[in-house]
């Protein structure tokens, strides 16, 4: 220990030399040692930071859970790594199963466990200035703000539920809307974020905002630090990872304050990426919303390309993906618009043989068949399978009876499907068997 400590102190010492000579050196050779010094920083910070990709205990805890497949060996077998980065593995919001969503941390530990490429969705505040936010009108469930002077702000203030005094149940439920929209980017920047949740039957703003279900976490809670988007774009850079902003539809009425438009928006979220000078091949812009897609593919040619069509279709009655022939558009007419990616949930992508198979759907097939390619979400979400999985696994339920089986699943869309890469929100999980099918 000693030794250790004198040698520490050795290189220290002639270190300090060397710095002073250095100093002592021309201008120009000072300039050269510095930029070297930076190109050297650089790279150890890259390297350390691959060497730093840690899955933790949760992809081994479902490898376990499987039940017995040629699968269930193969990822067993790659228990001992090496792990490292891939864009197959994206964070959803972060790291939101266990992190407040859209906060730096939140992105942190995405990038630790690996995600290749990161989102930030987009929406606006009063002062017209791009945040990180799920939807311009979520920051009384994931934001601290009802518990902040700024409270006074919301566009609904919180109203407690009414409650049955006789039976004791909730007649009128609790209430509250806050919208980024509300505040100043100043004003929104002071806020921090917490987990997204609401408790429907609170008669006061604590017991509103404590309501985070109990597979999730307040444990992360306490700092939760809210990026504008420009904050993420320059912590994506820094965190060496892809970067898929997605422009949330506007909770209020556009153009806003009769002269901010729906394209001027969007070419907003694009002109943040020129700006600090990141490659279009670094953005993958997503939406919902058609036109904005069509938009980006019209104007901004480069940043179409790779602009993700998210198909949020099935709400509409008329929509039933499992008729691709029969969508509007259909697939060959997305394809034939300049659409590249198209993004359904998972459940859209999979389906059941007569022997309770998971295969790819319909929709899978047409997709691939008309050269889309194909990102989905969102794996990490649904809490526990033991009851079929829910809203996600929809179309599979009856294949679904344990967590283990959420693998086969992705396995499925991984190599039947052939999907790009799966939104996550735990990304290790998703980096896990990335890695040990190489993709
Ligand atoms: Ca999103
Ligand atoms: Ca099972």
């Known amino acids: 220990m000693f030794k250790q400590t004198l040698m520490a102190t050795i290189i220290a010492l002639s270190l300090t030399h060397f710095n002073t000579v250095s100093a002592a050196s021309s ?18 910070a890259s390297k350390n930071l691959s060497k730093t990709i840690q899955l933790g205990p949760r992809p081994y805890f479902l490898v376990n859970d499987m039940d017995p497949s040629e699968l269930k ?31 730096k941390e939140s992105y942190e530990a995405a990038a630790r466990m690996g995600a290749g490429i990161i989102e930030c969705d987009v929406t606006f505040t009063k002062d017209r200035e791009l945040v990180c936010r799920h939807s311009q009108c979520d920051l009384h469930a994931t934001t ?10 919301c566009t609904s203030p919180f109203v407690p539920a009414v409650i049955d005094p006789v039976t004791g149940k ?18 929104f920047k002071s806020l921090k974020g917490k987990m997204d949740a609401v408790n429907p039957n609170a008669t006061t703003v604590a017991e509103y905002m404590n309501a985070t279900p109990s597979w999730r976490t307040d444990l992360y809670a ?19 990872v892809k970067m898929t902003p997605e422009l949330k539809s506007p909770s209020v009425v556009m153009p806003y304050e009769g002269d901010y438009t729906q394209q001027q928006y969007a070419q907003q979220m694009i002109n943040d990426y020129k700006e600090a000078g990141v490659n ?28 993700v ?21 259909s697939m060959p007419e997305l394809s034939a618009m300049g659409v590249n990616i198209i993004s359904p949930p998972m459940w859209m992508l999979l389906d059941l043989d007569v022997e309770n198979n ?13 050269g889309l390619d194909i990102i989905t979400w969102t794996f990490e979400r649904s809490g526990l399978l033991k009851n079929g999985g829910g809203w996600y696994y929809q179309t599979i339920t009856n294949a679904i009876n344990n967590d283990g089986d959420k693998y086969e699943a992705l396995d499925v869309l991984a190599q039947d499907v052939g999907i790009m890469g799966i939104f996550s929100d735990w990304p290790a999980s998703v980096t896990y068997y990335a890695n040990c099918k190489g993709l």
Request: hydrophobic share 30%.
């Open 27 to 44: 201008h120009e050779d000072s300039q050269r040692d510095h930029s070297m010094e930076e190109a050297n920083e650089s790279h150890h």
């Open 73 to 103: 060996k193969e990822l067993t077998k790659c228990g001992k790594g090496p792990f490292k980065k891939t864009d197959f593995s994206i964070g959803h919001r972060g790291a939101s199963m266990q992190f407040p969503e859209h906060t």
């Open 144 to 153: 601290n703000i009802l518990a902040t002077p700024l409270a006074a702000k």
């Open 170 to 187: 909730t007649i009128t439920p609790a209430s509250a809307q806050c919208c980024a929209t509300d505040l100043t980017l100043e004003e």
């Open 222 to 240: 306490a700092t939760g630090t809210l990026m504008t988007h420009k904050d993420s774009i320059a912590l994506f850079k820094k965190l060496g």
């Open 280 to 307: 279009p091949s670094q953005v993958f812009p997503q939406s919902f919303n058609l036109p904005d897609i069509l938009y980006w593919i019209n104007n901004d040619q480069e940043f179409g390309r790779q602009a």
């Open 309 to 329: 069509f998210l198909d949020g279709r099935y709400d509409d009655p008329s929509f039933d993906h499992r008729y691709p022939a029969t969508l509007t558009p």
């Open 358 to 370: 998971i295969v790819p759907s319909d929709y899978a097939i047409a997709a691939k068949s008309s």
